[in-house]
């Protein structure tokens, strides 16, 4: 895959997003996608950061390995397995402007809600159907356009989770969604060998950043870290309407 000079600039910058997305901040992952469909296709864009994830997700997962909460990945997963096929089965009508719009709608609903409510420090048992329920969206968001980060939030930021088990449950379930996706993604032309090489090249930043990530997660307090969480959401979920909207 050839790029541009902007277009490696801005291809290091969404593999660092990722990194860090992995490092236990997953709402940076919502922005590699919209970065990098300033200099191509949307489509081309999922299927070139693919790859990038999954080598990620591989530190992401030795940096969390001992924090993650069970019953949430137990309720999640198979939710987020339902969700990655039926994108797959409508890859070919669904509009991913469409998507993208219902992405952003639901994040900013939710991080509006989350503004104007007190975190309590209660951690609260994760429940069946709501999980299920925004376990199937992450999952299809995620298949659409790597976007699964505003519905796994939805559910899990009024959890309560320790930061650090928040982080690594997000990191957990979307090593999981990623490895799912990717013969599907093989099977429709989106992982091709023509960015295989490009991938490769973008895993080593964003591998890079998974462990700045953890520092980032480690040392900034609680209240701060769900705050910069729920605003970024916020912005993020903006950003969506905005490039739906705009086309």
Do not use: C
Request: charged share 10%; aromatic share 10%; hydrophobic share 60%.
């Amino acid at each position: 895959m050839e790029l541009s000079l902007l277009g490696w600039a801005l291809a290091l910058l969404a593999a660092v997003m990722v990194g860090l997305s992995k490092g236990g901040i997953p709402m940076a992952a919502s922005i590699s996608v919209p970065v990098l469909t300033i200099v191509m296709d949307p489509v081309a864009a999922a299927g070139l950061l693919l790859p990038v994830y999954i080598v990620a997700d591989m530190f992401g997962l030795w940096a969390y390995r001992k924090h993650f909460d069970k019953r949430v990945l137990a309720i999640m997963i198979p939710a987020t397995t339902i969700g990655i096929g039926i994108g797959w089965a409508t890859a070919e009508v669904v509009s991913e402007r469409w998507v993208t719009l219902m992405v952003g709608v639901i994040g900013a609903l939710f991080a509006l809600n989350a503004l104007f409510r007190h975190r309590h420090g209660a951690r609260q048992e994760a429940k069946v159907a709501p999980g299920l329920f925004w376990g199937t969206i992450a999952g299809f968001t995620s298949f659409v356009s790597h976007s699964g980060a505003p519905p796994f939030q939805a559910y899990t930021i009024p959890l309560n989770l320790p930061k650090q088990v928040f982080a690594g449950t997000a990191t957990v379930l979307f090593t999981y969604v990623n490895l799912a996706k990717l013969g599907p993604f093989i099977a429709l032309g989106e992982v091709n060998w023509d960015s295989l090489g490009t991938a490769l090249i973008l895993a080593v930043p964003a591998s890079a950043s998974v462990f700045l990530g953890v520092w980032l997660v480690k040392r900034m307090p609680t209240e701060i870290f769900f705050k910069v969480v729920i605003w970024a959401l916020l912005l993020i979920s903006l950003k969506l309407i905005q490039q739906a909207i705009t086309g």
